[in-house]
């Protein structure tokens, strides 16, 4: 059965560093999610990608957040300068057409602790 | 605004019993409503999906929407020690975006 892949599945990195977490959504889809869920509490909206574009993003998603579909197969998102409150659960979701809910698959997610 | 709200737990009940877990939501908007189920260090997986008020079954789950008191629960049956993880309810007003509840984790005791 497919599914979204992501790696790493733990990633450590130092305050003010930049880290890519990376993804690889199931094959044939064409819209894709961050997601992040600080340890405790809730999931939490990111940001949402189709056609080479950002459609919708939360009010988390600020400059020092980005998204980039590099080629045919990865989707990755990139903190720029980490913050210690960024650690938390990424989780990246496709899904093949961006209107039925049910189709929207989660991967296993990145851990990312900030020391 | 706290826009879907949870029973935190967590919830613990012995094997066979019948579980029931609960959210209400704030925004008139939302249509449509998930549960997931999450085991630890997971990702989400979607257990039952609803659109708009009315129950839905599965198997042993039961998902129920009422939409003019805005509450949503899970009915597990005959629960089983498998079952135990964290539940998630979601809901959304569109199709992209998904707004989480805290989870309820749920133990089931053999």
């Known amino acids: 059965e497919p599914e979204v892949t992501q790696t790493p599945s733990h990633q450590v990195t130092q305050m003010g560093q930049e880290v890519i977490l990376r993804c690889v959504p199931i094959?044939?889809?064409?819209?894709f999610y961050w997601y992040r869920q600080i340890l405790g509490q809730k999931v939490e909206f990111l940001v949402s990608?189709?056609?080479?574009?950002?459609?919708?993003k939360s009010e988390i998603f600020d400059d020092q957040f980005s998204v980039e579909r590099p080629d045919g197969s990865n989707f990755t998102l990139k903190i720029r300068s980490t913050k210690l409150e960024d650690s938390a659960m990424y989780f990246c979701?496709?899904?093949?057409?961006?209107?039925?809910?049910?189709?929207?698959?989660f991967g296993p997610g990145t851990r990312l602790t900030v020391t | 605004q706290k826009e879907v709200e949870q029973d935190p737990g967590p919830l613990s009940v012995p094997e066979g019993a019948i579980v029931s877990l609960n959210c209400t939501y704030s925004?008139?908007?939302?249509?449509?409503f998930m549960w997931y189920r999450q085991y630890s260090r997971k990702g989400p997986e979607l257990l039952m999906y609803?659109?708009?008020?009315g129950n839905k079954e599965d198997g042993r789950f039961t998902a129920q929407v009422d939409k003019s008191s805005k509450y949503i629960s899970l009915f597990i049956r005959d629960s089983q020690p498998s079952d135990s993880a964290t539940y998630l309810c979601?809901?959304?007003?569109?199709?992209?975006?998904?707004?989480f509840g805290s989870g309820t984790q749920l133990t089931v005791l053999p």
């Open positions: 990608f189709y056609n080479n574009e950002i459609s919708e």
């Open positions: 609803t659109y708009s008020s």
């Open positions: 979601a809901s959304s007003g569109s199709a992209r975006q998904l707004t």
């Open positions: 094959s044939n889809h064409l819209y």
């Open positions: 979701a496709s899904s093949p057409s961006g209107i039925r809910l049910d189709e929207q698959y």
């Open positions: 925004n008139s908007a939302f249509q449509y």
